[in-house]
Each structure stands twice: as C-alpha cells, then as structure tokens.
C-alpha cells in the first residue's frame, strides 16, 4: 500500500438490518484508473471482517462525475447482508476503504470507527 498521507478519518454509523450507503466524492483524483475497491468493517482494528463490499461483487460503484471522469465512490450494502452481520460489538468497530490501480498499487481512501447499531427487533 502507498502513502503519501495518512488517509482521511471519518466516523459511520451502520444499522443492522437497514440498506447502508455511503459516497464519496473526489474532487481532485480521477478514479478511473481504479480496477478494484474495497470496504471492510472489523471488531478491531487489525480485528476480524464481520462485513465488507467490493467492486467485483458489485457493492461498491465508481461513479462518473459531472466533467464524464470517475469522481465518486459509492458502497451500497443490502439490508439483508447487514442484517446477517454479526454486531455483538459492545462498541465502536473500525472500517478502511481501499482503492487499487491497474498496477496493483493500494491506497487507502478513507478509514475510521464505525458504530454498529444493533437492530432492536
């Protein structure tokens, strides 16, 4: 993975048993260069994947932006998969998004804590 710069830290919250979607958008980067995302949420940091979404299973899109260039990233994750998801956390999880190029290199696009709210029902 390169860095230039640690990436950018944002807080998400994940209800259990609603559709997640989330977008982010780059004003500065053309992204379609990118040949593979992905999202994935762990216990810990470093911890076991208890969910995750990639470009290839179509859970992730790179979307074009205004000017015709790929600009925005959106992870779209089914009610069902985070209904199965295993949200025993007792409190915050941590998520990485990682985008690849054609030459294999790895950036980390944006990483974080992420709540994992329990469905009630």
Request: glycine fraction near 8%.
């Amino acid at each position: 993975m390169t860095c230039c710069c640690p990436a950018t830290w944002d807080d998400l919250c994940i209800a259990q048993g609603a559709t997640f979607a989330f977008n982010i958008n780059y004003k500065n980067l053309d992204l379609s260069a990118y040949t593979a995302a992905t999202f994935e949420v762990a216990n810990t940091l470093g911890g076991t994947v208890i969910l995750s979404a990639t470009l290839a299973g179509g859970t992730i899109l790179l979307l074009d932006g205004s000017d015709g260039s790929t600009k925005n990233i959106q992870i779209v994750i089914p009610a069902a998969t985070t209904n199965a998801a295993n949200f025993a956390l007792t409190s915050n999880g941590y998520y990485k998004i990682d985008i690849t190029d054609a030459s294999g290199i790895v950036t980390r696009a944006l990483q974080g804590r992420v709540k994992l709210q329990k469905d009630t029902s």
